[in-house]
């Protein structure tokens, strides 16, 4: 039988994170989620924009969610944001790191010096799953939710998966869909490589998983130009349809039942394969390392300058 909305469990009493959710899957997702009586913290940039959305949300979603600033350009706004929810003492069930941008026209970097795509895709995401590991793990059984894409299959480096020194070194050379997608390649590398970590100090109980949501209308596409998006629109699914693999990695008995840790699902709500080099442990361990010293470069800067939060720099 297809998977539906209708299979998402009741979630009275738990808490969920959703990045990107003022529109979208990540909208949809929070909805659904909040529907069901869980508690949803929508973790956004623009409050005007996601005040908006959650005025649209029928008045059984709305009245269980919330906004929390959050901008994954800024490594310190992740660390604000973490310690603005450690503090307050609550559970965490469901992490969905949804939050993305797409093939931006121009080579740009983050204030943290990182290329703009891998800074909110892949860096700012791990950063925030990293401050909140504990929370996960005190509150398991809990989930990591990563959306990836099917374009980490194609234009990556072989053998070396993310190429990081390049991308960041040869800004004449850019090519948005090829960072795209080495962005993508890296959250199902870590998907793999938080899973495997997880397993070797024994936690068994925090699921971590990636997907691929289908190509699906949303903002993610806003800067590309219009007959693109005109040419992709009858291809496209609908942020409902991206959001049920979303909700099923989330929530159904299936993850645990099956002992899913590091995989990898496609539309809709379908156990997959992601790409050998996504599953490649070498690889893995080097994408890992590196956003490592991203993130540890910039908790650093910040003690230099007296910012951050000693707390969340892990």
């Known amino acids: 039988m297809a998977y539906s909305f209708e299979d998402v469990p009741q979630l009275g009493g738990k808490v969920a994170i959703v990045t990107g959710a003022s529109a979208g899957i990540g909208l949809v997702t929070a909805r ?28 059984a979603a709305r009245n269980n969610v919330e906004f929390a600033e959050l901008d994954l350009m800024s490594l310190q706004s992740v660390r604000d944001f973490v310690a603005a929810f450690v503090a307050r003492n609550l559970p965490l069930h469901f992490l969905v790191n949804n939050a993305g941008i797409y093939a931006p026209s121009t080579f740009a970097l983050s204030v ?8 909110t895709n892949h860096v700012g995401h791990v950063a925030l799953t990293l401050g909140l590991l504990p929370v996960l793990e005190a509150s398991a059984p809990s989930r990591v939710v990563i959306l990836s894409s099917i374009a980490h299959t194609f234009g990556v480096p072989k053998d070396i998966g993310v190429d990081f020194e390049a991308i960041h070194n040869r800004p004449d050379q850019y090519s948005p869909l090829r960072v795209y997608s080495q962005s993508k390649l890296a959250n199902v590398l870590f998907a793999v490589e938080l899973s495997r970590r997880l397993a070797a100090k024994g936690v068994t109980n925090v699921y971590v998983n990636a997907l691929h949501p289908g190509v699906v209308r949303s903002d993610i596409f806003r800067n590309q130009p219009w007959i693109v998006r005109v040419v992709l629109y009858p291809f496209q699914r609908t942020p409902e349809d991206g959001a049920k693999t979303v909700l099923y990695v989330a929530t159904h008995a299936d993850i645990e039942a099956n ?7 496609g539309p809709i709500a379908k156990h ?29 800067n910040a003690r230099d300058k007296g910012t951050a939060d000693p707390a969340t720099n892990n």
């Open 112 to 119: 943290d010096g990182i290329e703009s795509q891998l800074a």
């Open 259 to 265: 002992k899913w840790h590091g995989q990898y699902f």
């Open 272 to 300: 997959s394969e992601a790409s050998a080099l996504a599953n490649d442990e070498n690889v893995a361990a080097k994408c890992w390392e590196t956003t490592a010293e991203l993130i540890a470069r910039s908790a650093e």
């Open 32 to 59: 659904e989620l909040a529907i069901k009586g869980c508690h949803v913290i929508l973790a956004c940039r623009s409050r005007a924009k996601t005040d908006a959305a959650i005025a649209t949300l029928p008045d």
